[in-house]
């Protein structure tokens, strides 16, 4: 079992910026891979960002320029950077965790809202 804690959601104004932390925590030590998911109102839930554990690490094109996604040395906490807000970022979003078997782990998610 993998335990993902998310922080550092809130509202912001357009055109700020927010980071948004996901700790996890129990059987790491074959995690495979990190994401960030949103899932905008009324919408359904949709990749922002991956890191897999050889390091390589993307974002989605509709965030690309703007988010960044990060990892602490220690592997188990996942940063997604997010800059120049637009009220279309407004979402939950949603840590995920995969080990190397692909069993896949969610957090509780957090709310982010940008206000124009």
């Known amino acids: 079992q993998v335990h993902l804690v998310e922080s550092g959601g809130g509202l912001v104004h357009a055109g700020g910026s927010l980071t948004l932390s996901c700790t996890a925590s129990?059987?790491?030590?074959?995690?495979?891979?990190m994401a960030w998911f949103r899932q905008p109102p009324g919408k359904q839930r949709e990749l922002v960002a991956s890191?897999?554990?050889?390091?390589?690490?993307n974002v989605v094109d509709s965030v690309k320029g703007r988010f960044t996604i990060s990892r602490a040395s220690g592997w188990n906490t996942v940063y997604l950077q997010m800059n120049s807000l637009t009220p279309e970022d407004t979402a939950v979003y949603y840590c995920?965790?995969?080990?190397?078997?692909?069993?896949?782990?969610w957090g509780q998610g957090i709310q982010v809202t940008v206000s124009s």
């Open positions: 995920s965790a995969r080990l190397r078997d692909m069993t896949e782990f």
């Open positions: 890191a897999f554990s050889s390091g390589i690490s």
């Open positions: 129990g059987s790491i030590a074959n995690l495979f891979l």
